[in-house]
């Protein structure tokens, strides 16, 4: 079993940057694939990024490429997300998830284990 616990989240500017981190608990942490996803105000939970177990096989929504960036760190049991040049749309909570599978998985109900979120804000 694993337990994620996000931080990093805040308010910032729109054109400002934040670094979401993931801490995960339990053993095995390099044998998930791990992931972003948001969910806005009145909006369903969207895919953000994920990355396969070894820190490959990354991809990013269409809306945040070129903004944002994942990564992991095994040996710290951390996964990322860099987000820059933040927009007001960006504002949402964010939260990180995780599935023992090597695919890549975009389908928020295919991951197994998720935090309770962390909360960014972009002010226009």
């Known amino acids: 079993q694993v337990q994620l616990v996000e931080s990093g989240g805040g308010l910032v500017q729109a054109g400002g940057s934040l670094r979401l981190s993931c801490v995960a608990s339990?053993?095995?942490?390099?044998?998930?694939?791990l992931g972003w996803f948001r969910q806005g105000p009145g909006n369903e939970r969207e895919f953000v990024a994920t990355?396969?177990?070894?820190?490959?096989?990354?991809d990013l929504a269409d809306s945040v490429k070129g903004r944002f960036s994942i990564s992991r760190d095994n040996a710290k049991n951390t996964m990322y997300l860099q987000m820059n040049n933040l927009k007001p749309e960006d504002t949402a909570v964010y939260y990180c998830?995780?599935?023992?599978?090597?695919?890549?998985?975009?389908?928020?109900?295919?991951?197994?284990?998720w935090g309770q979120g962390t909360q960014v804000t972009v002010s226009s």
């Open positions: 990355i396969g177990m070894s820190g490959s096989l990354a």
């Open positions: 339990g053993r095995a942490f390099g044998g998930y694939r």
């Open positions: 998830a995780a599935v023992r599978r090597a695919t890549t998985i975009i389908k928020a109900d295919e991951y197994t284990y």
